[in-house]
């Protein structure tokens, strides 16, 4: 059971709007950032949002993150086929002193 | 260009030990928190432990704590990573990453180590 909790699976067409959430609790989302990570098999992770919202240089800016209380979301718009893949949450939670991750969510372009 | 490294990785038996290390280039690494994260088979990404500029403070993921040992040799540019009385939900896909200043998240990342405990 991941500290963090985000939907195992979604989907959308290309050109599409979808959102993946994450949730959490105050001693992590609520009182740290929330960040998100691209994961492909067999490849190394990728940051795609830092500090709740922000974009690494070279990320698109369909990818958009934010956050409320507890709860964060993911937004890419204009699927493409290269946005298959895994999506990470994460987040510093002061109660454990440690990184923890939500279980992943496989994204499906159909 | 950052990059990162990882190796030691391999088959190991349960009880056993592995010592994994993970050598950085292209940033001044005395200057950054390192960590390592694992993949399992099937499963998601899990933080294990990391450590701080100069190796003064460390943290762990409580399944892992007094088995193993995270440590940093900034003179070789290397964070490592002693793993002892290894289990078989220790098998997994170890990846160094480095933690970008001012809250910038694990912003690069090595290409992963694959450790199996089995016997």
């Known amino acids: 059971q991941s500290v963090l909790t985000q939907p195992p699976s979604a989907s959308g067409t290309p050109g599409q709007r979808v959102t993946i959430s994450c949730s959490g609790s105050s001693s992590n989302i609520g009182s740290n950032y929330v960040y998100w990570y691209q994961h492909l098999p067999g490849t190394a992770p990728k940051l795609l949002i830092y500090?709740?919202?922000q974009r690494p240089s070279g990320v698109p800016d369909r990818f958009s993150g934010s956050k409320s209380g507890t709860s964060a979301s993911l937004a890419i718009s204009g699927l493409r086929s290269e946005d298959e893949a895994d999506y990470y949450c994460a987040a510093w939670d002061d109660s454990l002193s440690g990184w923890v991750f939500g279980g992943g969510t496989r994204l499906t372009v159909l | 260009e950052v990059q990162l490294v990882e190796s030691g990785g391999g088959l190991v038996q349960p009880g056993g030990s592995l010592r994994l290390s993970c050598t950085a280039s292209g940033f001044t690494f005395s200057n950054y928190w390192m960590t390592w994260v694992r993949q399992t088979p099937g499963k998601g990404l899990e933080w294990v432990a990391n450590i701080k500029q100069g190796g003064s403070e460390k943290n762990y993921v409580d399944s892992v704590k007094g088995r193993f040992t995270i440590s940093r040799d900034d003179a070789k540019n290397s964070m490592y990573l002693q793993m002892n009385s290894l289990r078989a939900e220790d098998t997994a896909v170890y990846y160094c990453?480095?933690?970008?200043?001012?809250?910038?998240?694990?912003?690069?990342w090595g290409q992963g180590s694959l450790v199996t405990v089995s016997s």
């Open positions: 500090r709740n919202n």
């Open positions: 990453a480095r933690e970008g200043r001012e809250a910038a998240g694990f912003d690069f």
